[in-house]
């Protein structure tokens, strides 16, 4: 395909052989069961209007003045004594008419782009912590070999399917420029697609720059081919900031897929009651979506959700609670009405790699899955509440994924999958252990897993009496040892490094740049 005609890539190790750690293949995972649907039509008009007073009476504070240039060409209110901007439901429904209900995001290997819409579902890896943690050598500040080290395992397991917007912070680095070395780390580590950071214009155009080099294309081609996308954070309640409307904006003039993700949580950005939070994150987020259709129509854009609760003791967020499940099912609906494409989250609030981590986990899980989510951001590696990206928890993660890639796989029922000539073969109080319709399967009728052990207690403690945790350690490191840098032209790696080195002079001498 001429569009990547010289990114090239190639699975690892594991995608290739049986050897190694057990995983599943690298594949595209569809949600093949209908979405939960926790309100009903009249409750779901009821969020609906209500976002709509909100924008159409309250507004959205914003302090850009390109976006308050867009929006009153458009014919909204805009109060630019007060920075504020109201717009009524015609503009949002005009906007919704040019947004495509599904897109894809080609990376530099065209055998991983993920599709988004529809039952798609792609798994993202943690973004964003500035701590790192692991058994071995505890917790510390993000530095960038630790970054290069998410980017590996992310690789090298076939459940991730796109990496996140800098996945620990390496704050050694300069912060005007440490995007530089994670996009090169993204780009020559993995061969996935990336978030790139829409912190202000430049370092959005330097990701999509970036990928564009590492396809082999120009930025003119990959407009009918994104290959980058960014989530846009809104300050909940009701603020939209000066850099992440430029990020946006960078964005959409160049047809990367852009999610705007309201950050709500209830108690402390949102009124207390779950369906308050509901009203302001929908009106928040489909303020988002309209200016990305006022820059660009057509632009791609995904409904993104992060709607949880505090603690009202302490203030401190919580994560993979009941409101948290029910948060993401319900947006879930929302983006259907709106036909968009979906994002949330599967978050946990626990400090250490435990009983909590998994289990709040787990829940947020099945509420994204069951929401009809199409990314689950922060899917794989997320701990303390987003504050430490976690070696061990990535571990935890794959395996919770590999578990819902295998729930979600359709149910065989071929004639000798029902089994009845099997059931006749053996003698009532006999076994299946010897049966033919079991030796030809057991290889492969169930799933394997990667992290759990099924041993009897007995031959469990002659091996070592090893707990999750402890096999979790020993599996990130056998990932590393495994992994293998998926090849890169050496001509791309060259223009790679020179745009690197090029851009880091200029912001050097400006760092507005």
């Given amino acids: 395909m001429s569009q990547d005609r010289r990114g090239g890539g190639r699975r690892s190790k594991l995608g290739r052989s049986g050897s190694g750690i057990a995983q599943l293949p690298w594949q595209s995972v569809r949600n093949p069961y209908p979405p939960m649907q926790l309100l009903d039509g009249e409750r779901m008009e009821q969020l609906h209007k209500t976002s709509m ?9 914003v302090m850009n003045e390109k976006v308050m240039d867009l929006f009153a060409k458009a014919g909204a ?26 897109f894809t995001l080609t990376s530099r290997n065209p055998d991983k782009r993920v599709e988004f819409g529809g039952n798609s579902l792609v798994f993202g890896l943690v973004a964003g912590p500035p701590n790192v943690h692991d058994r071995i050598n505890g917790r510390r500040p993000g530095n960038l070999p630790d970054y290069q080290n998410f980017i590996r395992l992310a690789h090298h397991f076939n459940a991730i399917h796109i990496i996140g917007n800098q996945v620990v912070a390496p704050i050694e680095l300069p912060a005007n420029s440490r995007h530089l070395d994670t996009y090169h780390a993204n780009l020559t580590l993995s061969d996935l697609s990336f978030h790139c950071t829409a912190i202000g214009r430049a370092r959005a155009m330097d990701g999509i ?8 294309i120009s930025v003119e081609e990959m407009r009918a081919s994104p290959g980058v996308t960014t989530i846009i954070s809104i300050n909940s309640p009701r603020l939209f900031d000066d850099a992440m409307a430029e990020g946006l904006i960078a964005m959409a003039e160049h047809g990367q897929p852009v999610t705007v993700t309201p950050f709500t949580l209830m108690g402390a950005m949102t009124p207390v009651t779950l ?12 303020f988002g979506v309209t200016l990305t259709q006022l820059v660009n129509p057509g632009t791609p854009v995904m409904y993104g959700a992060f709607t949880s609760n505090v603690d009202m003791k302490s203030g401190a967020p919580a994560f993979g609670t009941p409101e948290n499940a029910k948060a993401n099912i319900i947006a879930g609906q929302l983006a259907r009405r709106y036909n968009l494409p979906y994002r949330t989250s599967n978050a ?20 994204a899955v069951l929401g009809g989510a199409n990314l689950i951001y922060h899917a794989a590696g997320w701990l303390e509440g987003g504050l430490t990206a976690s070696y061990e928890k990535l571990v935890l993660d794959v395996e919770i994924l590999q578990n819902m890639m295998e729930f979600l796989r359709p149910l065989p029922f071929q004639e000798d999958d029902l089994g009845f000539e099997a059931i006749k073969s053996v003698p009532a109080g006999g076994h299946f252990f010897g049966a033919e319709h079991t030796m030809s399967r057991y290889t492969t009728a169930f799933y394997q897993p990667m992290l759990s052990n099924w041993q009897n207690y007995g031959a469990w403690q002659e091996a070592g009496g090893k707990d999750a945790l402890e096999r979790a350690t020993e599996l990130w490191q056998q990932a590393l040892h495994d992994y293998e840098e998926p090849v890169m032209d050496p001509a791309i790696r060259e223009e ?15 760092p507005e740049a």
Avoid at 53 to 61: H, K, Q, T, V
Avoid at 209 to 216: K, P, T
């Fill in 53 to 61: 007073r909100i924008l159409s009476e309250l507004g959205i504070r």
């Fill in 77 to 102: 209110i805009v109060d630019r004594e007060s920075n504020t901007i109201r717009i009524d439901e015609s503009l949002v429904t005009e906007a919704l008419r040019n947004v495509p209900s599904s």
């Fill in 209 to 216: 720059n970036m990928m564009a080099i590492a396809r082999g």
């Fill in 275 to 286: 369906a308050a939070a509901l009203c302001q994150q929908n009106a928040e987020a489909l």
């Fill in 348 to 367: 946990n609030a626990s400090n250490v790699v435990d009983l909590q981590a998994a289990y709040e986990t787990e829940m947020a899980t099945w509420g």
């Fill in 496 to 510: 790679l490094d020179a745009y690197v080195a090029r851009r880091r002079e200029e912001i050097a001498a400006n």
